[in-house]
């Protein structure tokens, strides 16, 4: 049973607009929550976190919203560039010292 | 900052051989780590869970006798591929946490042959 969901598998966005990837869950218990950027045959970076007493994080172009009551969680990425182009995961964990639970990823281009 | 490195990056091996790959916490220590499996386009999958000092636990449906896990140190755990298949042919990474974040390897790529 998954329980990270990223429903959207891709997508493509033009150089300078906004990126927004989506991730859903069903553990209630889920407390601190990641976004990863992966390329092809490289282990995952690290790019933001979140935990739950917070609804927003923001490092740079990257912000994460958090709306524990939908349980859903988002990446907004502005402006985008044509280096953000990889696969991004979320991630959760009932605590951050624990194992994590993955969504399968967004594909997502940026198109110069 | 906090690093954790795999060795190999990537091992090409034949069928039923036995394949080591080895995860370590470069400037800290870490009693928990993780494994993870990566299929071609799908989500990073936890394999199992190594503890230092104590057997690893493993994830339903992850063979034990076949993924065998030693956390033979405060930074160093491996994971061995017992008999390779080519099936077992995957994306291998670890991770360690530390002040409340996951630092990931980079991965190991394995192909059986």
């Known amino acids: 049973d998954q329980q990270v969901k990223q429903n959207s598998p891709s997508l493509s966005v033009q150089e300078g607009r906004i990126s927004i990837l989506n991730c859903d869950y069903t553990?209630?218990?889920?407390?601190?929550f990641l976004w990863y950027k992966k390329y092809p045959a490289e282990g995952p970076t690290f790019l933001i976190s979140?935990?739950?007493?917070?609804d927003k994080n923001e490092d740079g172009r990257f912000t994460v919203f958090l709306n524990k009551s939908a349980k859903h969680l988002s990446l907004h990425i502005v402006p985008s560039q044509p280096g953000d182009s990889a696969v991004y995961f979320c991630?959760?964990?009932?605590?951050?010292?624990?194992?994590?639970?993955f969504g399968t990823g967004t594909s997502l281009t940026v198109i110069p | 900052g906090a690093v954790v490195s795999q060795h190999p990056s990537w091992v090409i091996c034949k069928s039923g051989t036995s394949v080591k790959i080895e995860c370590r916490s470069l400037?800290?220590?870490?009693?928990?780590m993780f494994w993870y499996r990566q299929f071609p386009k799908q989500s990073l999958m936890l394999m199992a869970t190594?503890?230092?000092?104590?057997?690893?636990?493993?994830e339903q449906g992850v063979e034990k006798d076949k993924f065998l896990i030693n956390h033979a140190s405060l930074t160093l755990s491996t994971l061995t591929v017992t008999s390779a298949h080519p099936e077992d042919s995957s994306f291998y990474i670890c991770?360690?946490?530390?002040?409340?974040?996951?630092?990931f390897g980079p991965g190991t790529r394995l192909t059986v042959t």
């Open positions: 991770s360690a946490p530390r002040n409340y974040e996951q630092y």
């Open positions: 553990n209630s218990m889920f407390d601190y």
């Open positions: 979140i935990s739950s007493i917070k």
């Open positions: 991630a959760a964990s009932e605590n951050p010292g624990n194992q994590f639970y």
């Open positions: 400037d800290f220590q870490a009693t928990t």
């Open positions: 190594s503890n230092e000092g104590s057997k690893a636990t493993y």
